[in-house]
């Protein structure tokens, strides 16, 4: 902030003096700080302050210079030279400097000569996020690692810790004739009944993996290593980390959070209702609920989002709003209030160095508080604080997860018969039985008693949202499938509880897609994806996803890396296929994403894989290895469940050798390597599946080497190839590998494909092939989009016999190689609109009817509007007639049948 005028300071020492007598006192003690502060402000005279020397006497000196600090800050706070952020801030800084002085002063009494190492302080509330009161207690968690504690020879290491930690906490909160430095709080450690002052490293980490409770979850929010042994601290909450930022939601957890704010508000009941006497830190609208407001969010999303995480209340509310978690405008308001309701709890912790938070009762203190900070009186504070309280209030209570009962379900068979029928299902019996067998407890996952309440809490959103399904009782019969499946149905109710838009989607995902409800039925947890909005955006690209993932990867080992990758794949490929039966985003927009998604993950497993096999093996100078994609991923046109069609090159002399500890010859090195990049990709771990990759495209086809170099490559290409390969070039696009190498290979397929061809002998050679895929893979029925007369079979084999004939248009994806060929003039128009059509029904029954079966109303009416079409027997004419328009285009290319029978 700028700095005051003269005037400015002379106005805020003087309503110190008038209405703080605590500060009064001190600008008396320290004469020299008041005169320099008054010369060259808050900033300067801060700057002549320094921690006290170990030889000093520390219970003097630190008080002392506590004194000295509380002085000059309130001083520039007052006069407008600081704002609330930095007040904070600094007098955190001074707390941390004060627990490192403390803390070397009880090691320099215990252990002369040694330097202070092997016990960490861990800030928790305001002290962990740099928010500190100004007249504030600390809240920290003390660790010590036996192994490095200095400790003189006879001490047990449990006892040395437990003395120089109780010394610590003396230096810094025992009352004096000069006061305290601090009050240390330490009853945030784990069992503060019966465990020590200071807990052993190990202990503490398996403490919080195992046995925290939720309000621990949040009160490590805003966690550091804020003094003594950092490095100890900082590797402990590395350690914990997974504790504190969970992917997987517990809305348990969640509800008790909110609660605490309840029991709060019913605690200090007398500092609830505005006036004076209120609470500005517990009371309704108050600090804490600001806080807890910015906290549950963080709780929600930042096990997904490593930049939500900010400790400091404003600055994750800030976070939250750039990720759109939050409405800006409500971040923005709550920073305001935030920033003022600190400000007003500073000035009545500076009356008397009291840690309170509720406004005078008595008209002359209030008044006097108001004086303080510049108002004329307390009814004008009043009045200035009065909307900031109601708005907090309001937006507190409009927090994302609803603790306010929603009502329950009759468990009087006759009122609950109605209320089912009430929600549509047209016959309840059966729906009775299965409720009643959830209540009863006849599944597994509802046999404890919190699992049952937890159904009760969802069971009336959940009636409704399945009442609503296209065919209630099927719906209900899957639901129960999926409960069926799971070892504990407490989160996952708990979840549909708070978000009830999850209820609906699920249910939908149960009603329509059968191969999003097996995936759901794998992992339960998919679901929690949904609640972040951005699932529902324009689909990532690769390098979008690479940078999301990023963060969650880091110093990953190999196998958790698989792992990992799966998971996030698994969560977008999800969440995609939920837009589709959402009808949020057209199809071929989604199979695009499908296939970014596959080359985020090939990109990321394939580097992890070559680093991995050069630590055992040694590079192969002057080579690398190079994915080629064929098929729908070089198309980039995926379904939710496609293979990928991939051929594994490597650049450089085949008989080179690797130069690591167990060499190979380069051949073997980069087929063994290959094999390895296929596996982490197709290969079940603990997380699941990602996808199955077919390499039989290569050079000779599975008979044939796994990875050829560029230069076999092109040989092959050009003197053993039949013309369907060439054709299967045509959407053949290099993945991965360096942009030198993805060049070369471009340039090997781009003079490839621009030779001239006979197109007699080409139309011939492509109506062979054809004829003996329809031999072997005869169309399942009259809706296999891909194969049967006019399929998208036929329409590929059309438009690359074209290609090639012509040397034009080689683009690998469909759509925009039948633009350019449209452009011209090389394929009827109608063409175009009838491949859409196909590809866009392919991307939908690949979801909604993936074994071929007949799709369910409902999917059938999502399939048509998908496609552009008002219903499904508009979609079916739609269909026959595009079929028609790709047959008439094929059989006009191709030679007559009998020419091509033998």
Known sequence: ??????????????????????????????????????????????????????????????????????????????????????????????ADQACDAALAAAFAERVPGDAPRGLSIIALGKLGSHELNYSSDIDPILIFDPETLPRRSRDDPDEAAVRIARRMVEILSARTADGHALRVDLRLRPHPEVTPIVLPVNAAISYYESEALAWEQAAFIRSRASAGDRALGETFLAAIQPFIWRRSLDFRQLKEIGAMSDRIRDHFAQGQRFGPGYDLKRGRGGIREIEFFAQVHQLIYGGRDPSLRAPATVDALGALAKAGRIDADVAMQLKGHYATLRRIEHRLQMIEDQQTHSLPVQPGALDAVARLDGAADGAALLTALAPVVTEVGQCYDRLVVDRASGGSLPRDEGELATALVAAGFSSPDAALRTIAEWRGGKLRALRSSAALEALEAVLPELVKAIGAAPDPQATLVRFDTLVSGLPSAVGFFHLLAAQPDLAKIATRILSIAPTLADALGARVELIEGLIDKRAFDAPATKAELIAEWAPGLAGLDYERLLDRVRDRVGERRFAYGVQLIAGATDPLAIACGYSELAEAALQVLADATVAEFEAAHGRVVDSELVVLALGRLGGRALTHASDLDLIYLFTGDHLAESDGPRSLGATSYYNRLAQRVTAAMSVPTAAGKLYDVDTRLRPQGAQGPLVVTLESFERYQREEAWTWEHMALLRARPVYGSDGAKAAVQRIIDELLAERREPGRLAQDAAEMRDKISQHKPPKGPLDIKGGPGGLVDLEFAMQVTQLASGQCHDPNIGSALACLKASGLVPPEVCEAHGLLARMLVMLRLTAPQGEPATPAARQLVASACGEPGWPQLLAAHDAARQQIANWWASIRPPQQETSS
Request: aromatic letters at 6%.
């Open 1 to 94: 902030m700028n700095a005051p005028h003269a005037s400015a300071r002379q106005s805020a020492l003087d309503r110190l003096i008038a209405n703080a007598p605590f500060l009064a006192r001190l600008a008396a003690l320290y004469p020299d700080d008041v005169a320099r502060y008054l010369d060259e402000g808050c900033d300067a005279a801060l700057a002549r302050l320094s921690p006290p020397p170990l030889e000093d006497d520390i219970m003097r000196a630190v008080r002392q210079w506590r004194g000295r600090i509380a002085l000059l800050l309130a001083l520039g706070d007052l006069a407008g030279e600081h704002d609330v952020a930095t007040t904070t801030r600094l007098l955190t800084a001074f």
